[in-house]
């Protein structure tokens, strides 16, 4: 069990925003297994992101990796809230409440439209609240369920044309920092996470823990509750002979995804997820500002077996993030990645 903030996540195991979480039904999956310990949803925009064929993705033949052109989720972010609403406010099968954690992923470039967005996810924390006063005196010793709810922003999807990931420039990123802090200051009970890409060298590392000191408050405390490193890495490619089940396989020069270039997943960025999360993980530790020693890593990217759950927490990880390989193996991947 790990607390980031005010979540709990036991087991230390859980999605990472990705394609597998869009719709409710693969929520509700995810949200069932006994294996995972919070679950996260697919990256949201305010009014939904248009898809269309193009946005795909496909596996690799020899590893479990792959290569994806999606953006954000086609459904907008008052589904999402609905959706973690019906999810946190039923019991288990069991009878028991619920008691893991949603993490909302989000994005947004506008810092009004991301204030808005984080206005929407407190009304829901605010609904949860009274859910759970409105309760039978025998049941309000349960956990609160407003609790439960946590935000992720996404600032490193490496698809969106026109749209340069804001996490590898980090004075774009300030503005939206700034609201996470305003949001933060007024309900410091709010989780707070950010969604990084893979970094290559030393100085981008210290670049974004910088500009994540700086939003620290005179009480010691600082919004941002961990790190979810790391996203795909991004102007990635790959032929469609290297993929399972390539319509245009018989033309061996021919791209895998329809965009060409899309972000690259699973095993084959395992080693730079885990120089990532060692390095953030070095960098946070010894941090003058006790605010900063206390943001937790979830650490993903290339977590297909027990063993690469293992390294990734002796990289430095609080909890672990997988993927590709729910996109293989469905939530059955978390069972598997748990086995002894």
């Known amino acids: 069990m790990v607390q980031v903030h005010t979540i709990h996540i036991s087991p230390p195991l859980c999605n990472s925003s990705c394609a597998w979480a869009s719709d409710y039904a693969q929520l509700q999956d995810l949200y069932a297994c006994p294996y995972t310990g919070a679950i996260t949803t697919r990256t949201a925009t305010l009014n939904g992101f248009q898809e269309s064929d193009r946005n795909t993705v496909v596996f690799t033949r020899e590893s479990f990796s792959s290569l994806n052109s999606y953006g954000y989720s086609p459904h907008p972010l008052k589904e999402y809230i609905e959706w973690s609403y019906n999810l946190l406010t039923h019991p288990s099968s069991s009878g028991t409440p619920p008691t893991k954690p949603v993490i909302l992923s989000i994005t947004e470039s506008s810092p009004p ?4 967005m984080l206005s929407e996810i407190q009304q829901l924390r605010e609904r949860l609240q009274s859910f ?8 309000q010793g349960s956990l609160d369920p407003s609790t439960l709810v946590a935000v992720e922003l996404n600032t490193s999807c490496p698809n969106i044309p026109d749209h340069p990931p804001p996490s590898y420039d980090p004075p774009a990123l300030v503005p939206l920092l700034k609201v996470l802090a305003s949001a933060f200051e007024a309900d410091p009970t709010l989780t707070i996470g950010l969604k990084l890409p893979p970094y290559t060298y ?11 000191a700086k939003l620290s408050t005179p009480h010691r405390a600082n919004p941002i509750a961990y790190l979810a490193c790391t996203n795909t890495l991004g102007s990635s490619l790959l032929f469609s002979s290297q993929v399972v089940g390539s319509p245009s396989a018989q033309d061996p020069h021919s791209f895998a995804l329809p965009t060409g270039f899309g972000g690259l997943a699973g095993e084959t960025i395992h080693a730079l997820s885990l120089g990532n999360v060692h390095t953030f993980s070095q960098l ?5 500002d006790p605010a900063v020693q206390r943001i937790k890593i979830i650490g993903i990217g290339g977590v297909t077996s027990p063993e690469a759950v293992k390294r990734m927490h002796a990289a430095g990880a609080h909890a672990v993030g997988c993927a590709t390989f729910l996109g293989h193996q469905g939530v059955k991947a978390f069972e598997l990645l748990l086995a002894s």
């Not at 759970?132 to 049941?139: I, L, N």
């Not at 946070?284 to 003058?288: A, D, Q, T, Y």
């Open 132 to 139: 759970h006063s409105s309760r039978p005196k025998s049941e």
């Open 202 to 212: 030393s100085a981008q590392f210290q670049a974004i823990l910088d500009v994540i």
């Open 113 to 116: 439209l991301l204030t808005e």
């Open 284 to 288: 946070i530790s010894k941090h003058p």
